[in-house]
Nanobody, 116 residues
Framework: QVRLVESGGGLVQTGGSLTLSCAVP????????AEWNRQSPGNQRELVAKSTSDGPPVYGDSLKGRFTISVDNAKNVVYLKMTSVKPEDTGVYYCAVYGSDRRYYWGRGTLVTVSS
């Protein structure tokens, strides 16, 4: 069974930084796309960042400039670097990838809590 495993979540103060990691099975590389999505309490899941093999990264509204997605093909890891975090960034962050098998895979999420 293919599993993506997110890590790096936790408690961070407003204005701080955090880097999330998503371990992806090597069999899924090369990736067509990789995403980070999040779900905040009471809200629908939303796109945070998306990296594709044929274009620049795409970011959710108000996140560009604060968040950066990257893919390390050598380590089979997708990262999300979060800076200048705000309380509204609190939520469960999910990693998702489109693998070389043209299937879409999700992780179980990692919780990020930003204290004010």
């Amino acid at each position: 069974q293919v599993r993506l495993v997110e890590s790096g979540g936790g408690l961070v103060q407003t204005g701080g930084s955090l880097t999330l990691s998503c371990a992806v099975p090597g069999s899924l590389f090369p990736l067509t796309a990789a995403e980070w999505n999040r779900q905040s309490p009471g809200n629908q899941r939303e796109l945070v960042a998306k990296s594709t093999s044929d274009g620049p990264p795409v970011y959710g509204d108000s996140l560009k400039g604060r968040f950066t997605i990257s893919v390390d093909n050598a380590k089979n890891v997708v990262y999300l670097k979060m800076t200048s975090v705000k309380p509204e960034d609190t939520g469960v962050y999910y990693c998702a990838v489109y693998g070389s098998d043209r299937r879409y895979y999700w992780g179980r999420g990692t919780l990020v809590t930003v204290s004010s």
